[in-house]
């Protein structure tokens, strides 16, 4: 084992927090992990990890050591990328996080079709609406719908994410259309959940926001599950275009109050700044990144 795989090796323990957990996500026994941890320190002559039994910290050596390994495997990267003929295959593992929603409408279409470019690549996807540890869960990326506040990750935009506020013409026909927000305490409200909010905020032309708490008639932690319930009839929904598009387009629900809008989100993709970003991961952002830019297929309809 060379000495840059033993850095490595060290950079991954340090980002999994535990040897334990860079063993799972290397696919390597914990005991081949300790004990290049070992040979490392004992080629420096110095301890890298304060260990314990059920966790580990960094020296100060071992800190000033981590930061300096990170730019050098960065270093490497980079010169290889740039080595390389640009249409040399990627291999490797691409572990990726995305929204169940937007994963299975969006993302599953744009990965079957990134894998097809690239047949070397054995791509693991999860679609999950959790925010999940990528560096703890060993994850390369993930997609996130929000408001980005966690700065230990890089995040690239992918695409500006619309929200509307929707029903099918027979619940507008039967209850009437809203044309304000303090319309909306007469309505059925098909509320989802995962936001962490009781609330709609609308803008109005002015830029002044409404905060509409309202009382649900419906909640559910899943946005096709709410749109189907509006395309029954039984309320609003206030959904992402990305979800809504193809149901709009069809008449099967129609916007309300497009005269308000909400707050702005994005689409990102995200990943840790502790790491290198491998090649596959490089290409992959562009790829969703040229495939979802600019006004995204979903709010063309």
């Known amino acids: 084992m060379g000495q840059l795989e033993d850095m490595d090796t060290f950079v991954h323990i340090v980002d999994a927090g535990s040897i334990s957990r860079a063993a799972n996500q290397l696919g390597i026994v914990k005991s081949a992990i300790s004990r290049r941890l070992t040979e490392l320190e004992h080629r420096l002559g110095v301890q890298l990890l304060n260990r314990t039994t059920r966790q580990s910290s960094l020296t100060d050596a071992g800190r000033q050591y981590y930061e300096k390994a990170q730019e050098i495997l960065a270093h490497v990267v980079e010169l290889n990328a740039a080595t390389s003929c640009a249409q040399i295959a990627l291999n490797g593992i691409l572990k990726i996080s995305a929204p169940v929603s937007f994963g299975l409408l969006h993302m599953a279409p744009a990965m079957n079709e990134f894998a097809a470019l690239h047949p070397d690549l054995t791509i693991h996807?999860?679609?999950n609406d959790?925010?999940?540890?990528?560096v703890e869960e060993?994850?390369?990326l993930a997609i996130r719908i929000a408001e980005l506040k966690d700065s230990r990750l890089i995040a690239r935009k992918i695409a500006p994410i619309r929200r509307l506020i929707c029903?099918?013409?027979g619940y507008l026909e039967r209850m009437s259309i809203p044309e304000k927000p303090e319309d909306l305490k007469d309505h059925h409200i098909l509320h989802y959940t995962n936001t962490q909010s009781t609330t709609?905020?609308?803008i109005d032309k002015t830029?002044?926001?409404h905060a509409v708490a309202l009382g649900s008639?419906?909640?559910a932690n899943n946005g096709d599950f709410l749109k189907q319930a509006a395309i029954n009839g039984l309320g609003l929904i206030y959904s992402p275009t990305f979800i809504a598009w193809d149901d709009i387009k069809s008449g099967r629900l129609v916007s309300v109050m497009e005269h308000y809008h909400c707050r702005e989100l994005n689409a990102y993709a995200v990943y840790p700044q502790?790491?290198?970003l491998p090649q596959r991961v490089r290409k992959f952002i562009d790829f969703i990144k040229e495939k979802f830019g600019g006004e995204p297929y979903w709010d063309k309809y």
Do not use: C, Q
């Open 125 to 127: 996807m999860d679609f």
């Open 130 to 134: 959790r925010h999940i540890n990528l």
């Open 138 to 140: 060993g994850y390369d």
């Open 167 to 169: 029903a099918s013409p």
């Open 200 to 202: 709609w905020h609308l």
């Open 207 to 209: 830029g002044h926001e």
């Open 217 to 219: 008639k419906m909640v």
């Open 274 to 276: 502790t790491r290198h």
